[in-house]
T-cell receptor, first 111, second 116 residues
Framework: RKEVEQDPGPFNVPEGATVAFNCTYS??????FFWYRQDCRKEPKLLMS???SGNEDGRFTAQLNRASQYISLLIRDSKLSDSATYLC????????????FGKGTMLLVSP | GAGVSQSPRYKVAKRGQDVALRCDPI?????LFWYQQALGQGPEFLTY????????KSGLPSDRFFAERPEGSVSTLKIQRTQQEDSAVYLC??????????????FGEGSRLTVL
């Protein structure tokens, strides 16, 4: 079983739609959680951290359920520019910052 | 420059050749990471440096892979006797923190290696 598993995708949605990505992680000792965004043939960039209480950044909402070892990302009112691959990332925080990436879920927003 | 710089951006090697990939992290960043990203996959951890010390090399796939950061700044990832399965994008990332810091990693655009 992979340490971080994501919806396989791709997700094809029209502009304005709401889309949700799911992610599960296998190591219950994981300490911190993130969503990174990667545009086609570009490097990953941090989208947002994920906190236990849930957090929101504009149209993006991230949630964490430690009991279920589950992370989600909700995007409201999708824009064409949201088209990218969304990577779920988990940090074991075992003394230094090493991130474990999921395979990523591709989102395609169409006009 | 302001970001992580990697070179070459693209490298085509014949099977059996040695290659060297360079990473120039953000100035002052203590931590430096190398990741390997195959097509359609997420980045996979290769190795981690804190300043010049290589603290974790558990992700290096074989002894053909070697990384160094001799002065705690620029790092080089060397792959000896390249094989076709080494074809991937090699991403370098840096962060300002050291042990226990869980902040953002800043990635370079990567070096795309194709082994024929």
């Amino acid at each position: 079983r992979k340490e971080v598993e994501q919806d396989p995708g791709p997700f094809n949605v029209p502009e304005g739609a709401t889309v949700a990505f799911n992610c599960t992680y296998s190591n219950s000792a994981s300490q911190s959680f993130f969503w990174y965004r990667q545009d086609c043939r570009k490097e990953p960039k941090l989208l947002m951290s994920v906190y236990s209480s849930g957090n929101e950044d504009g149209r993006f909402t991230a949630q964490l359920n430690r009991a279920s070892q589950y992370i989600s990302l909700l995007i409201r009112d999708s824009k064409l520019s949201d088209s990218a691959t969304y990577l779920c990332v988990v940090n074991l925080n075992s003394g230094y910052s090493t991130l474990t990436f999921g395979k990523g879920t591709m989102l395609l927003v169409s006009p | 420059g302001a970001g992580v710089s990697q070179s070459p951006r693209y490298k085509v090697a014949k099977r059996g050749q040695d290659v060297a990939l360079r990473c120039d992290p953000i100035s002052g960043h203590v931590s430096l990471f190398w990741y390997q990203q195959a097509l359609g996959q997420g980045p996979e951890f290769l190795t981690y440096f804190q300043n010049e010390a290589q603290l974790d090399k558990s992700g290096l796939p074989s002894d053909r892979f070697f990384a160094e950061r001799p002065e705690g700044s620029v790092s080089t990832l060397k792959i000896q006797r390249t094989q076709q399965e080494d074809s991937a994008v090699y991403l370098c990332a840096s962060s300002r923190g050291d042990r226990g810091y869980t902040g953002e990693l800043f990635f370079g655009e990567g070096s795309r290696l194709t082994v024929l």
